[in-house]
């Protein structure tokens, strides 16, 4: 079965870096896009980034674009993001998911999700 398992959150100052990390398993993972959302508190679920199954192409939201950088290791069967220069409004649960369609543009929906990696961006 499908499972995605995200981790790599936690607590960093505005400025600061992390890295979050996605374990996929139950599906081939090498022939599928994959994303990353976040959701703050009270809000709906932000499309963050997409990378394509090669992870030669690569798409981002403008709120994140030029701070973070997705990437894979298909041979590990993981999904990265590399949260730089972070700042307040970042604060939320990130979620791993494959999206549709399967490339790196702006999904339209999405198949399958992870329970998420909470990030909280405070001083």
């Known amino acids: 079965e499908v499972q995605l398992v995200e981790s790599g959150g936690g607590l960093v100052q505005p400025g600061g870096s992390l890295r979050l990390s996605c374990a996929a398993s139950?599906?081939?993972?090498?022939?599928?896009?994959m994303s990353w959302v976040r959701q703050a508190p009270g809000k709906g679920r932000e499309w963050v980034s997409t990378i394509s199954r090669g992870g030669v192409i690569t798409t981002y939201a403008d709120s994140v674009k030029g701070r973070f950088t997705i990437s894979r290791d298909n041979a590990k069967n993981t999904l990265y993001l590399q949260m730089n220069s972070l700042k307040p409004e970042d604060t939320a649960v990130y979620y791993c998911?494959?999206?549709?369609?399967?490339?790196?543009?702006?999904?339209?929906?999405?198949?399958?999700w992870g329970q998420g990696t909470q990030v909280t961006v405070s001083s």
């Open positions: 998911a494959k999206p549709q369609p399967n490339s790196a543009t702006v999904p339209l929906s999405y198949d399958y």
């Open positions: 139950g599906f081939t993972f090498s022939s599928l896009a």
